[in-house]
């Protein structure tokens, strides 16, 4: 990877043809093949519309939530990470988005005021931006927080997050972002009501949806496009 420049790289071979999505032709024929690692209960994929969405959750009890609201996903309960390696030939898109508490400033502030120990970054994360831009085929997008430390690869920064992709997402504009601050787990958060679910941290589950208008933006970029080549935001 070139540290100054962008780096100039094809779009998938799956790419080329025609298709009607919603109302916008994005250049795909029949629905696209997503793969939604680390799924939580979905927000970054409520939006999404003529997909085929394999979900990967780790926490059986999130995993059963998310099935409740997307029912037709093929939701798998498994270490994302693996899967990925696995199997990430296999799809035309993929949004990861990785745990981030090793990544986030809570953890960094936790420390300071002697709360919690420190902890190594998680580099998977890192991981995974590497292997999806070099080896991957079709579209990706990898979301975390904004992290304490200068961040390794240079991510596009929307809100209070961080991602790292192999097409543009500099046009990508929402309007504010709910405060997840004063959230306590049993409101209905950007479509999601959990109430009925009897499961611990409610509140930590609503907090880690993305917004599903975000993710929707996102995942237009990616297909509504037209450029032939696109310009790698891994740098
Ligand atoms: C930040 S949340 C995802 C939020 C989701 N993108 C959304 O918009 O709703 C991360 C999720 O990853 C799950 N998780 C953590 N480690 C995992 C692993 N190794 N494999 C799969 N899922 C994992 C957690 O249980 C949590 O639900």
New binding site residues.
């Given amino acids: 990877m070139n540290n100054n420049k962008p780096t100039k790289i094809k779009t998938s071979n799956r790419l080329p043809q025609e298709k009607e999505i919603g109302s916008k032709s994005i250049g795909f024929k029949g629905k696209i093949k997503v793969l ?11 939006l999404w519309e003529n997909v085929e969405v394999t979900a ?4 059986p009890f ?1 995993a059963n939530i998310y099935k409740e609201f997307f029912p037709n996903d093929n939701i798998v ?7 990925l390696i696995n199997n990430f030939e296999d799809f035309d898109f993929i ?1 990861s ?4 508490p090793s990544h986030s400033d809570i953890r960094r502030c936790g420390v300071k005021r002697g709360q919690v120990d420190p902890i190594y970054p998680d580099m ?1 994360l890192y991981e995974e931006i590497i292997l999806l831009n070099n080896f991957f085929n079709g579209k990706f997008v990898i ?2 927080v904004v992290s304490y430390y200068k961040p390794l690869i240079r991510p596009t920064q929307i809100d209070r997050h961080y991602f790292w992709s192999n097409y543009l997402l500099n046009k990508v504009k929402i309007e504010e972002e709910k405060k997840i601050i004063h959230i306590t787990g049993n409101e209905n958060f950007y479509g ?1 009501d959990i109430s009925k679910f009897k499961i611990d941290n409610k509140r930590t ?1 609503l907090r ?5 208008k975000l ?1 929707l933006a996102i995942f237009n970029a990616a297909f509504h496009d037209k450029q032939k080549e696109v310009l790698a935001y891994v740098k």
Avoid: M, Q
């Fill in positions: 939604n690692l680390y799924a939580g209960i979905g927000g970054n994929r409520k990967i959750e780790i926490n999130i309960i498994a270490d994302a990470h693996e899967y949004w988005s990785p745990p981030c998977k979301e975390n999601f589950l880690n949806l993305v917004n599903p993710g």
